[in-house]
């Protein structure tokens, strides 16, 4: 039997009362009228910060689902485990909400939305807090569908300058810019040499729009010391780019923790 799987706001979450409110319009209806969920069914709720609640439906309406918390699980975060942030350019159509998506899927800690010289998509502030709703949603139902138990922070839409000069003030942090077009070592191989020579605590992988980066803004990561990483002879797309490079250092990690925990690294 399938237990689904959703991941709610904090505020609907009463844990001195063993119980959960749903009153999100979106979530009560996929409950309620696609789920066809009754009272009695048993649903897995998370709060996005590694707390996952076994529940028990208890009321239905129309307008908020309540659920009895049975038990309640914590899956802490892997502190020898480097965080993996990823910056990327505002990309045109569907392919930016498709990059969150995987993104999410995969498991970043972070997602960093920016513009750069070449961008192509240029947003209004009247239209960002509808954008930011919808990324978050999607992000939210990739996280629940590859059952993760951290939901990636959304960071708010910079200037990829003002970015690459915040990186670069961080001691602990292994800053990667996607190079395409360039002489460049493959990204895998530059970060196993940059984890044998620092203790990364964050990997940063910067990824730029449809266009590329302008000669100023590489300048500009040269300065601030961004390694450059190629990922093969083929030029991807932005958004294969970004969810190519971030699948590729998630298998990393996880084959060099392996190691390390079975004694052979």
Excluded at 59 to 79: F, M, Y
Excluded at 142 to 150: C, D, I, M, N, R
Excluded at 250 to 261: E, T
């Amino acid at each position: 039997m399938t237990i689904h799987r959703f991941i709610v706001a904090k505020q609907y979450i009463d844990e001195a009362n063993a119980r959960i409110t749903l009153t999100n319009p979106s979530q009560v209806h996929q409950i309620t009228r696609v789920l066809r969920a009754k009272p009695k069914d048993t649903f897995e709720l998370l709060d996005g910060d590694g707390n996952l609640y076994i529940c028990i439906l208890s009321q239905i309406t129309r307008n908020q689902v309540v659920a009895e918390i049975s038990s309640k699980k914590h899956e802490p975060e892997d502190t020898k485990r480097p965080k993996l942030n990823v910056v990327v350019a505002l990309l045109k159509g569907d392919q930016f909400e498709m990059t969150i998506q995987k993104l999410s899927e995969i498991g970043v800690n972070s997602i960093t939305p920016c513009f750069t010289a070449h961008s192509v998509v240029r947003l209004k502030e009247s239209d960002l807090e509808k954008r930011y709703e919808r990324w978050l949603s999607i992000a939210k139902e990739a996280t629940e569908q590859s059952e993760g138990f951290y939901l990636p922070r959304l960071e708010s839409l910079q200037n990829l300058d003002q970015i690459l000069k915040d990186l670069a003030k961080k001691s602990d942090a292994l800053n990667i810019i996607l190079a395409e077009r360039k002489s460049s070592p493959p990204l895998l191989h530059l970060i196993e040499n940059g984890m044998h020579a620092q203790s990364a605590k964050e990997l940063n992988l910067v990824v730029g729009p449809e266009g590329g980066f302008s000669d100023q803004e590489f300048e500009l990561a040269q300065k601030l010391e961004f390694k450059f990483a190629s990922l093969g002879k083929r030029v991807f797309k932005a958004g294969t780019a970004a969810i190519t490079a971030a699948g590729a250092v998630n298998f990393y990690l996880d084959d060099m923790l392996f190691k390390r925990n079975i004694g052979t690294a």
